[in-house]
T-cell receptor, first 115, second 111 residues
């Protein structure tokens, strides 16, 4: 149990375009989902926290207009990187937590490369 | 979240027990100790967590000191596939449940 998927696993896009990443909890309802970013040889950095049906809470320094997060259902959250630039190239990872769980379960990550 | 301190790297012989230490002297009474690991280019994998008592599951054992200022993750019989970065995190058992990742310990299991 506690499986979280992400799609796509890898994406390459041109500078200025937008990219959507999906995060799904496959076998439980995720009341809270989290989005992280990880640069090479660095640790995970929390970008935002989202609760189903409400606006996401962004960490300091993360632009909410650039990283749009939608958590419209208990099994799906999306992260849209708008007007992507090369410096947005990174490994994006989501995690999910169910109402009855005190543990986060992570997706496999999405490798974004912006040319 | 509590600040945690882990050694940057450790080696372990294949088949032997791997004991990974973590200091979390500022952990508060309602904060759990979580352990995750991350194999290269994958998302973190949940291993185990505990509050006060020692815990064991199919992956590992977690030993928490009585004062809760430190803990040890034990992989009883390390295999090559256990090579990964291991993160010890102090996280709230209530509220936002946010996890703050430090630098972790790079465990290398050697044949």
């Amino acid at each position: 149990g506690a499986v979280v998927s992400q799609h796509p696993s890898r994406v390459i896009c041109k500078s200025g375009t937008s990219v959507k990443i999906e995060c799904r909890s496959l076998d439980f309802q995720a009341t809270t989902m989290f989005w992280y970013r990880q640069f090479p040889k660095k640790s995970l950095m929390l970008m935002a926290t989202s609760n189903e049906g409400s606006k996401a809470t962004y960490e300091q320094g993360v632009e909410k207009d650039k990283f749009l997060i939608n958590h419209a259902s208990l099994t799906l959250s999306t992260l849209t990187v708008t007007s992507a630039h090369p410096e947005d190239s990174s490994f994006y990872i989501c995690s999910a937590r169910g109402a009855a769980r005190d543990t986060q379960y992570f997706g496999p990550g999405t490798r974004l490369t912006v040319l | 979240d509590a600040k945690t301190t882990q050694p940057p790297s450790m080696d372990c012989a294949e088949g032997r027990a791997a004991n990974l230490p973590c200091n979390h002297s500022t952990i508060s009474g309602n904060e759990y100790v979580y352990w995750y690991r991350q194999i290269h280019s994958q998302g973190p994998q949940y291993i185990i967590h505990g509050l006060k008592n020692n815990e064991t599951n199919e992956m590992a054992s977690l030993i928490i000191t009585e004062d809760r200022k430190s803990s040890t993750l034990i992989l009883p019989h390390a295999t090559l596939r256990d090579t990964a970065v291991y993160y010890c995190i102090g996280g709230s058992g209530a509220g936002s449940y946010q996890l703050t990742f430090g630098k972790g310990t790079k465990l290398s299991v050697i044949p």
